[in-house]
């Protein structure tokens, strides 16, 4: 077993010490079981992890997507995610969070899948920004949107069609 002083050596923080010591601890004892985890409602393994010294919402919401692999996860508490929302949304990064959860029944039961969309569109954004690139995919970006009634759509100046079907107002 790893001690403090181990744990310290390795590079780790006190405070990530005690977190881990604490996770370690609560393992042991029963209280976090990974098995039990891996099957369990994600409510339950949210509530489960977040009595661990150190591990918040955002922590177990992480675990659920990336280690059980959970597709219907709505993390509007991630920062990433936040400024996605903010800028294809065009709603300020404060309002984010209550748009994706307003967003949630629509991606549902995918919203793991669009926290991965959004995370991916962001990195992509981020990297052609003032490029070459940045002004062909901006005004390609711009003029989709993902309508709250579940469907793209594509923005025409004021008129609009449904781009599954091609139809104009």
């Known amino acids: ?58 922590t177990a919401k992480m675990f659920l997507i990336f280690h059980l692999d959970r597709h219907d996860v709505n993390a509007h508490e991630d920062l990433g995610l936040q400024i996605a929302v903010s800028r294809l949304y065009v709603v300020t990064r404060k309002l984010a969070p209550k748009k994706m959860q307003k967003l949630a029944p629509v991606w549902a039961p995918y919203n793991s899948v669009a926290a991965l969309t959004l995370w991916n569109w962001r990195h992509v954004m981020d990297a052609i920004e003032g490029g070459a ?16 009634a579940g469907r793209w759509t594509v923005r025409e100046g004021p008129r609009q069609h449904d781009a599954r079907n091609g139809s104009r107002p």
């Open 1 to 58: 077993a790893a001690g403090p002083e181990r744990l310290r050596a390795a590079g780790l923080s006190r405070p990530k010490v005690s977190y881990v010591l604490d996770l370690a601890e609560k393992t042991s004892q029963g209280q976090v079981d990974f098995a039990r985890l891996a099957v369990a409602p994600d409510e339950e393994v949210v509530t489960t992890l977040t009595e661990v010294k150190g591990i918040g919402v955002w």
């Open 133 to 148: 690139l940045a002004d062909q995919w901006k005004v390609q970006v711009d003029n989709w949107a993902f309508e709250e």
